[in-house]
């Protein structure tokens, strides 16, 4: 059956990580949800997204297609449910279509099936942290069960009873890993350097590598082809990203293409103790999480300058350049350059500019595709750039 896993209108919530992907794309775990999805269903699937992202990921749809929640996290129920689905059928639950089978993508009308079991959906931008740690258990058992690690160096220590899976062309050498929370998963080609401290679980995808003497905690997840040092607790980075040096970064979520210059911080814990607060697209306004630790949420191609200091729970758009003393602003938009002094418009042509160099850099382009998403979102939030007026 052919698998299209499409965005729904809560997706919107997750930005800015999806204002340059489908939801599925986000990494949540060791793999993103597509990954995940793919691994279980055996087969490709492609996407149904918003207009401004439908040229780079198109959708693949014939005769008989099954269509499923884009933010929908996977578990062996669901995936059986799910691929029993008959001809116009659709699986929901309260008000969310969690996935419906269909020759178009129509589910008007169509039977419905209550679905009372629990379910993970990726409904904001902190679930990605804060179902992390679970969700490395899950695909940690997904892709090592019934299969051989490659060996790692004797010069490494390992504490604690669950695995520690390595890849091949992994390498460690004289690194701790304490695996007494959950397993250490390293991914194909990736490098833990000397004197590096991991606790699991904890996930370093294909290319990535840990720098020498850095404190990584349980729940992290470093994306492929990322680089990074210093102290990091349950935090997420996507691929192309680099946070290279000291400096710590808590309960966040850093994007594609991102760097955070040396000795940059973040809070994750307000001095008052209170609730966090994070900016939200839709509302257009700060809405409570719940949580009393979140940090810093950065979108694609977004960058900071040497000791930048990010306050509890900011948000930071596409295609940012922060730098300066002091804290800037809990939520930067897209294309801003500057920091706690003010802030100027980064105009695309400049931001293309060093996005080019970048991504050259590690063998990649920026594309057409790229260049139309990047120049919509300039567009569209021109709104928050509240000094443009």
Not at 32 to 40: I, N, P, V
Not at 107 to 131: K, Q
Not at 273 to 300: A, I, P, S
């Amino acid at each position: 059956m052919n698998t299209i896993l499409f965005d729904d209108e809560q997706v919107a919530h997750l930005s800015p990580f999806t204002l340059t992907r489908p939801a599925a794309l986000i990494r949540c775990g060791i793999l993103t949800l597509a990954e995940k999805w793919e691994l279980l269903l055996k087969h490709p699937v492609s996407f149904i997204t918003r207009s401004h992202l439908a040229a780079k990921y198109p959708a693949n749809e014939t005769g008989d297609n099954l269509y499923i929640n884009g933010r929908l996290l996977p578990d062996p129920e669901l995936v059986d449910i799910i691929s029993k689905l008959g001809p116009d059928q659709g699986l929901i639950q309260a008000d969310t279509m969690l996935a419906f089978r269909s020759g178009s993508f129509d589910h008007e009308g169509m039977e419905t099936i209550a679905y009372h079991g629990p379910v993970s959906l990726l409904e904001r931008i902190h679930n990605i942290f804060t179902y992390n740690h679970s969700q490395i258990h899950f695909d940690f058992d997904t892709l090592t069960r019934g299969r051989q690690s490659q060996a790692i160096s004797s010069t490494n220590t390992v504490i604690g009873s669950y695995p520690v899976f390595a890849e091949e062309g992994a390498t460690a050498e004289a690194a701790v890993f304490n695996t007494t929370e959950g397993p250490v998963y390293l991914g194909k080609d990736s490098e833990v350097m000397e004197g590096a401290l991991i606790r699991g679980p904890f996930a370093l995808c294909e290319h990535a590598t840990v720098k020498m003497g850095a404190k990584i905690y349980t729940g992290t997840t470093i994306g492929p082809h990322s680089k990074v040092g210093g102290e990091v607790s349950n935090s997420v980075i996507f691929a192309y990203s680099n946070k290279g040096h000291d400096g710590f970064l808590g309960n966040s979520v850093l994007g594609e293409w991102c760097n955070i210059g040396a000795d940059s911080n973040n809070s994750n814990l307000k001095n008052n103790y209170e609730q966090v607060k994070l900016w939200n697209y839709v509302t257009g306004n700060f809405e409570r999480t719940g949580l009393q630790f979140c940090g810093l949420f950065m979108g694609d191609h977004s960058k900071c300058g040497i000791n930048t200091m990010f306050n509890t729970g900011t948000v930071v758009g596409v295609s940012a350049n922060i730098f300066g003393a002091g804290f800037p602003r809990n939520f930067v938009p897209s294309f801003s350059w500057g920091g706690a002094n003010g802030f100027e418009t980064y105009q695309p042509k400049k931001a293309f500019q060093t996005a080019e160099i970048v991504m050259q850099r590690r063998g990649m382009s920026l594309t057409e595709h790229d260049k139309d998403i990047l120049n919509y979102i300039f567009n569209e939030e021109t709104i928050y750039r509240n000094w443009e007026k």
